[in-house]
């Protein structure tokens, strides 16, 4: 089997941390939720663009529910997401994510009808032991810190929920319909909270800009991956997010990276890579 799919899938992730990036560094000057708002704002024009370069492809009344629903869940994770990086580091944020992909195999498998497979369940427990070794040493959890908490453990569910959405539309839909409705859709439900809002300033702008082309290619990336391969398959994969959280977290804000940090980044390395080694999955109708 290609491994081009999770090539596709790793740097989808990479993206999206950089999107992480550039929104934590507005949400210190603007509130957290038109921080969401303009992000996808600019994802949306990159979007039509790209998806108008391609000719435009037609949404059918087929499509809507499906659209419409993810949009809704990515809205959601993204707001309590983003609200949770401008409290925690961004290590430590993507670290408490990591509840997602334990999430994915039993939702893949009761809506999708993927069987869960022993290797990837096992993957994702040692993927697990590996977030338990990162959380060795962190802060408690208390004034701040606790909904920060809160809201990633909710943002990990309705992030899951997203996937299982995803993979259910990729094959039938592909990425340009993916990307433009994963932007347009959180954009309009995000627009009340624009109301009232100071207009960004110029020097803003390309932070602005740069989430928005962050999570279109992450978007692009992950709907390509997730067209040819089980959900819970590349689910492992968001692991890897936690060295790229590191190091845009310590680049962008010069937030330290624990020892322990690293050492669990080895040990959910190893785990991606046990759980791409499975046997080729099943073609999934949609």
Known sequence: MSRLPYLHAAVGIAALCALDAAVKHLTFAYAVLFVTFGRYVAGTAIAALVWWAQGAPPFTAAMARGHALRGVLIAVTAALFFFAIHTLTLAEAITLSFTAPLMIPPLAQLFLGEAMRPRVLAAGVLGLAGVVVTVQGAPSFSGDRLPALAAILTASLTYSLAAIAMRARAAADGATRLTLSGTLVPMLLLS??????????????????????????????????????????????????????????????????RVAVWLGAVIILAACIWAARGDPPAALGV
């Open 192 to 257: 009340p909270f624009a109301i009232g809002q100071p207009v960004p300033h110029a020097v803003d702008w390309p932070w602005f800009i740069a989430a928005g082309a962050f999570g279109n290619i992450g978007i692009q990336m992950l709907s390509r991956a997730y067209a040819q391969v089980e959900v819970q398959r590349l689910g492992i994969l968001e692991f890897t997010a936690l060295p790229w959280a590191a190091l845009f977290g310590w680049l962008v804000f010069g937030e330290s990276v």
